[in-house]
């Protein structure tokens, strides 16, 4: 199993400013991915998180908005920045590893922007 | 990957069987079919995982017929802490990366 923890659990933030999101997790992982959970919505994956490379951003999100850094197998950071009010969500950090095994999530970190 | 449906929301009681049945048309010869559990302000929790025929663990049953298309989680016996949205994903052999359906929310009543 794997312990992910996420800082901040929550944050108020004013629109245009940016804040950075921390996934630290308990032993090295090969795949960390972030996630973005609306309110009362499913889970839209943001991008995945490599190690060493640039990150592999979904469909409909872009490395300006969405900045991602992995230094090392157990560390990420999502920075949302310029944010606005359609940024408030629940952010997710998550990690795998292979096919046969479970992905763990992270508590998420509740993200209100005013 | 392959897309998933499920019922939007279920209602039970407590003690009863429940059976969220998930279809998945597109289902690779790779791909497994996994199950997660969500509770407010948490992160997603797995429940479990298969890849044909019947998979149990001590929360719940997984049911996948032969053409692997569907597939129905059973959950014994729930309580009220049953309450949660759960989820039915595909997910594709030797990639990690997990595509979320809308879930099915499950209401269980007293």
């Not at chain 1, 991602?68 to 952010?91: A, G, K, Q, W």
């Not at chain 2, 959950?75 to 595509?99: E, F, Q």
Request: net charge neutral.
């Amino acid at each position: 199993s794997a312990v992910i923890s996420q800082k901040p659990s929550r944050d108020i933030c004013q629109r245009g400013t940016s804040l950075t999101i921390q996934c630290q997790v308990d032993s090295q992982v090969t795949m960390m991915f972030w996630y973005r959970q609306q309110p009362g919505q499913s889970l839209t994956l943001i991008a995945t998180a490599n190690q060493g490379s640039e990150a592999t951003y979904e469909s409909g999100f872009v490395i300006d908005k969405f900045p991602i850094s992995r230094p090392n197998l157990t560390f990420s950071t999502l920075t949302v920045s310029n944010m606005s009010p359609e940024d408030s969500s629940i952010y997710l950090c998550s990690v795998g590893s292979d096919q046969n095994t479970e992905a763990f999530f992270g508590q998420g970190t509740r993200l209100t922007v005013v | 990957l392959a897309k998933t449906t499920q019922p939007i929301s279920m209602d039970s009681y407590e003690g009863q069987e429940v059976n969220i049945t998930c279809s998945h048309n597109n289902i690779a010869t790779n791909d497994y079919i996994t199950w997660y559990q969500q509770f407010p302000s948490q992160g997603p929790r797995f429940i479990i995982q298969g890849y044909k025929t019947k998979v149990t663990n001590e929360v719940a049953s997984l049911f996948i017929p032969a053409d692997r298309k569907s597939s129905t989680l059973s959950l014994p016996r729930v309580s009220l802490s049953d309450t949660a949205v759960y989820y039915c994903l595909v997910k594709s052999g030797g990639y990690n990366k997990l595509i979320f359906g809308a879930g099915t929310r499950l209401a269980v009543h007293p």
